[in-house]
C-alpha cells in the first residue's frame, strides 16, 4: 500500500513553509506575494502609465524653470530696445539665445519673458490650490461627518458660492483692488474655488464614517479629532487629490484670462497673462507676440489636467 503523508503548514511574513510527514527533511518554501496599500497599487501603475510619465515630465521641468529661471536664460525680462528690437522676429536657430523667440513692442526679449513668467502662473495655481484645498476639506470634512444642521448651514454656503459664476465673481472681487499684486489674485481665486473641494469631501466623509473601523474608533472612545485625523481624513484624501490636480491647471488658464482681461496681474509683474493681453495690439503685425505665451498656457494647462486624470484613473478602482 502506498505509504500516506501529512503535510505541516506554516506562514512566516511573505513566507509559506510546508513540511511533509513523510520526508521531514524535505521543506516547500512558497512566496506570498504581500499586500499592496491604495496608494502603492496606485504609485504601481503610474509609473507604467505614459501619460503620468510625459505630464509629470513636463510639471518638474516647469517647477524647476519658475524657481530657478536664471539657470535657463541670462536676459533680463524688463529691458528694453525699441531701436533694436521692436518687434523682432524669432530666430529659431538661436536655441535658449535673447532672440530665439523674438521681441516684443517694448524690444522685450519674448524667450527671457516666458522663463520668468513661468513663476508668476505657477505660483498664482500652486498657492490657489493648496488653500482651496484646506479650506474645502475642512468645511467638507465638518458638514459630512457632523451632519444634521452643522451640514445644512455649511451645505447652503456652499451652494450660494457655487452660485456665483468663477471668473465673472473674480473680476468683480479684483476690480475693487487698486494694485493687483500676485497675493491679491490668489485670495480672490480661493474666496470663490474652494466649493467644489468642500462637496467632495463631504461625499467622501458620509461614506467613510459609516465604516466599521470608524464605528468601532467610536466604540473604543476615540475623540473626534483623533476619529478625524487618524481615520477619515486619511481615507477621503484620494478623490481630494484627483480634483486638486485637475483644478490647478483651471486656476493657471484663470490667472491668465484675468490677466487678459486686464483685472489680473498687471505690469511690472512678469506674466504670461500679461504677456498675452499686451500681444493682442500686435496680432496683425507680429502674431509671435501673442502667439506664444499663449501656447506656454496652454501647455501647462494640459500638462496638469494629463497629470490629474492619470491620478484619477489611478485611485479609482472602477476605471482600471
Given at each position: 500500500m502506498p505509504e500516506k503523508t501529512a503535510a505541516t503548514t506554516a506562514s512566516t511574513g511573505t513566507e509559506k513553509v510546508t513540511t511533509t510527514a513523510a520526508a521531514?527533511?524535505?521543506?516547500?518554501?512558497?512566496?506570498?506575494?504581500?499586500?499592496?496599500?491604495?496608494?502603492?497599487?496606485?504609485?504601481h501603475d503610474l509609473r507604467r502609465n505614459p501619460l503620468f510619465l510625459v505630464s509629470a515630465g513636463l510639471i518638474v521641468l516647469l517647477l524647476i524653470v519658475s524657481a530657478f529661471p536664471g539657470l535657463f536664460t541670462s536676459a533680463s525680462p524688463r529691458d528694453a530696445d525699441l531701436a533694436n528690437h521692436y518687434l523682432g522676429q524669432p530666430n529659431w536657430s538661436h536655441f535658449f539665445q535673447p532672440d530665439w523667440l523674438g521681441y516684443?513692442?517694448?524690444?522685450?526679449?519674448?524667450?527671457?519673458?516666458?522663463?520668468?513668467?513661468?513663476?508668476?502662473?505657477?505660483?498664482?495655481?500652486?498657492?490657489?490650490?493648496?488653500?482651496?484645498?484646506?479650506i474645502g476639506t475642512l468645511v467638507g470634512m465638518i458638514a459630512g461627518y457632523f451632519g444634521g444642521w452643522v451640514d445644512t448651514i455649511l451645505s447652503r454656503?456652499?451652494?450660494?458660492?457655487?452660485?456665483?459664476?468663477?471668473?465673472?465673481?473674480?473680476?468683480?472681487?479684483?476690480?475693487?483692488?487698486?494694485?493687483?499684486?500676485?497675493?491679491?489674485?490668489?485670495?480672490?481665486?480661493?474666496?470663490?474655488?474652494?466649493?467644489?473641494?468642500?462637496?467632495?469631501?463631504?461625499?467622501?466623509?458620509?461614506?467613510?464614517?459609516?465604516?466599521?473601523?470608524?464605528?468601532?474608533?467610536?466604540?473604543?472612545?476615540?475623540?473626534?479629532?483623533?476619529?478625524?485625523?487618524?481615520?477619515?481624513?486619511?481615507n477621503a484624501l484620494a478623490p481630494i487629490i484627483v480634483v486638486a490636480t485637475i483644478a490647478l491647471g483651471g486656476y493657471i488658464a484663470a490667472e491668465a484670462?484675468?490677466?487678459?482681461?486686464?483685472?489680473?496681474?498687471?505690469?511690472?509683474?512678469?506674466?504670461?497673462?500679461?504677456?498675452?493681453?499686451?500681444?493682442?495690439?500686435?496680432?496683425?503685425?507680429a502674431p509671435h507676440v501673442l502667439i506664444i505665451p499663449s501656447v506656454m498656457v496652454s501647455i501647462t494647462v494640459l500638462s496638469f489636467l494629463m497629470f490629474g486624470d492619470a491620478v484619477r484613473n489611478a485611485l479609482d478602482p472602477k476605471l482600471r
Open positions: 521531514p527533511d524535505t521543506v516547500l518554501v512558497t512566496k506570498v506575494p504581500k499586500a499592496r496599500s491604495l496608494w502603492s497599487d496606485a504609485w516684443d513692442g517694448q524690444g522685450r526679449s519674448i524667450y527671457s519673458r516666458v522663463v520668468y513668467g513661468a513663476r508668476a502662473s505657477i505660483i498664482v495655481g500652486v498657492g490657489v490650490t493648496a488653500l482651496v484645498t484646506i454656503i456652499t451652494d450660494i458660492f457655487m452660485g456665483i459664476p468663477f471668473l465673472l465673481g473674480a473680476l468683480v472681487v479684483l476690480t475693487s483692488f487698486e494694485k493687483r499684486a500676485i497675493w491679491v489674485v490668489i485670495l480672490a481665486l480661493v474666496f470663490l474655488g474652494w466649493t467644489q473641494i468642500a462637496r467632495v469631501a463631504r461625499g467622501s466623509v458620509i461614506t467613510i464614517k459609516q465604516a466599521d473601523y470608524v464605528v468601532a474608533a467610536k466604540a473604543l472612545g476615540a475623540s473626534t479629532t483623533r476619529i478625524l485625523t487618524r481615520h477619515v481624513l486619511p484670462t484675468l490677466s487678459f482681461l486686464g483685472v489680473g496681474l498687471a505690469e511690472p509683474t512678469v506674466s504670461w497673462g500679461v504677456d498675452v493681453s499686451s500681444g493682442r495690439e500686435q496680432l496683425r503685425n
